[in-house]
């Protein structure tokens, strides 16, 4: 049994350690679509559990308000490096706990509560921390949203900087978690020049896609780059933002003392391996074919008689719209997991449903890609789904078992980084 890898946390907390081996094999025998998921690496996964989460660490390499942090220093700074470096970039703060935490520190930095921003609204593939409502980030700035066109999914950027002229935000934020199409970073900046905004470009779900070369950086473009790392980057769940040098003062004192108290320096470590990774020409291959796996998987999926946002796909991830399936997207998800192939609901442009049981399935390749999956598989990954999603309409439990059998198959050929198990 896996939970005997960690004999004391077995010994010391058995109901515990038996959760975490079931995750093992739950990680290693479902297909996971998750496009916000990913599998880290051996070596991620022991830089992320080390003595380095015994420290407290306040400030910055050489500006701390603590002593005894020699390799604590050393540490955050290769971190750093390694973010300039392989992003290039002139100013790297690699503390912010999340994605979240990285954002309000944006807000914190440029703004002040009452100002307008701008993103782009939630149901339509932004982020919650881009203005909308339910975030304090809608509810203490005065959020103007934007979205994507009706008869092409796509982001129509006339609409977009009418709406900067209009409204004049003092933040401007690109970038999403449901957008399957290349974000034109040049475009934005144009709009945020034009409305003297600050522009933030979240390139969380894409930020490996740029690292490995798979898709253009916003890092000549934007005034902010907010990631977490989590995500196409394949590292443990933190988070980074970028910046020009006259950024990096107002950047550094909204993270700390700002939000933040003491840097989780544990992830740190996993961070700086992960960008370590990333630097390698392995990644870019990655990268390039998360891409070609997601083309492949669209095609299959269309050539099966799916909706797809936009048509397709630029990037990692594909937004299925069941609208015509007569499957809501949370029934079609709850099938997909009993058949072993791992997703999540979620609102497509203009759903007429509500956002906890939606007419979309979110999926993506970042996951399968690391398992070693490749084009050839997208065919049977698409048939698995178009055969779950009608075994769902039909209430078929016989046969969303079967193809968990035939998942578990596959799954045991290509053993997940990071796994012992296959
Ligand atoms: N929760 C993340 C996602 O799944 O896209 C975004 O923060």
């Not at 975490?20 to 998921?37: D, F, K, Y």
């Not at 979240?100 to 520190?105: D, E």
């Not at 209430?395 to 078992?401: H, R, T």
């Amino acid at each position: 049994m896996s939970a005997s890898r960690r004999p004391a946390l077995l010994s010391t907390d058995p109901e515990l350690a038996s959760f975490v081996a079931a995750e093992e094999v739950l990680q290693a025998q479902t297909l996971r679509l998750i496009p916000s998921e990913n599998y880290v690496s051996a070596a991620v996964l022991e830089a992320s559990g080390t003595v380095l989460q015994n420290k407290y660490s306040e400030g910055y390499p050489g500006r701390r308000y603590y002593e005894g942090q020699q390799n604590i220093d050393r540490v955050e700074a290769l971190a750093i490096e390694r973010a300039k470096g392989l992003f290039g970039v002139d100013h790297a703060n690699v503390q912010p706990y999340s994605g979240s935490p990285a954002n309000l520190a944006v807000y914190l930095a440029f703004a002040k509560p009452g100002d307008t921003v701008m993103g782009m609204a939630l149901p339509m593939g932004g982020h919650l921390t881009h203005g909308w409502g339910v975030s304090a980030t809608g509810s203490w700035f005065r959020g103007v949203q934007y979205g994507v066109r009706a008869d092409t999914g796509l982001i129509d950027y006339d609409a977009v900087r009418d709406l900067a002229l209009a409204e004049r935000p003092k933040l401007i934020f690109c970038g999403g978690t449901a957008l399957p199409r290349t974000i034109d970073f040049a475009a934005f900046a144009e709009i945020a020049r034009e409305a003297g905004s600050i522009l933030v470009a979240d390139v969380a779900h894409i930020a490996g896609l740029i690292a490995g070369g798979a898709h253009p950086s916003p890092v000549d473009h934007v005034d902010v780059v907010s990631t977490t790392t989590h995500k196409t980057l394949r590292g443990p769940r933190g988070a980074m933002l970028m910046c020009r040098e006259e950024h990096a003062k107002a950047i550094d004192k909204a993270v700390f003392p700002g939000l933040q108290g003491g840097p989780h320096n544990q992830t740190t470590a996993g961070i700086a391996v992960a960008l370590h990774e990333a630097a390698q020409p392995s990644f870019t291959a990655y990268a390039h074919q998360v891409v070609a796996n997601a083309k492949a998987l669209a095609a299959a999926l269309l050539q099966n008689g799916f909706d797809l946002v936009s048509g397709g796909t630029d990037n990692h991830l594909i937004l299925i719209d069941l609208t015509g399936k007569d499957v809501p997207g949370k029934i079609a998800a709850k099938a997909l997991d009993r058949a072993g192939i791992v997703v999540n609901y979620n609102t497509v442009p203009f759903d007429p449903r509500k956002p906890f049981d939606p007419s979309g399935v979110r999926i993506g390749t970042p996951s399968l890609t690391s398992r070693g999956l490749s084009t050839e598989h997208m065919p049977l990954v698409a048939d698995w789904i178009a055969r779950s999603v009608d075994a769902a309409a039909k209430g078929d439990e016989q046969a969303l078992a079967a193809i968990r059998a035939e998942v578990t198959d596959l799954m045991a050929a290509f053993p997940a980084p990071g796994l012992p198990l296959s």
